[in-house]
């Protein structure tokens, strides 16, 4: 079965963290439909080719080092 994070967190490592857990895909909230319906047909796609190598979102926000 194929599995979608959905979470409030939106950074580069906590997408890593999803996927490397197991995740097929990350979304974080507030998610539009739009990127709900991209998110499912990405995952539906993939099929049996394994995890996804990026997040649903394209491009995530980094933490900035201080």
Not at 13 to 35: C, I, M, N
Request: glycine share 10%; charged share 25%.
């Amino acid at each position: 079965s194929r599995l979608i994070a959905l979470t409030g967190y939106a950074l580069a490592e906590d997408v890593e963290r999803a996927l490397a857990a197991g995740f097929d895909a990350h979304l974080s909230k507030p998610v539009s439909l739009q990127r709900l319906r991209e998110a499912l047909a990405g995952v539906a796609l993939r099929g049996g080719e394994g995890r996804a190598a990026q997040s649903a979102e394209g491009s995530t926000p980094t933490r900035s080092r201080a």
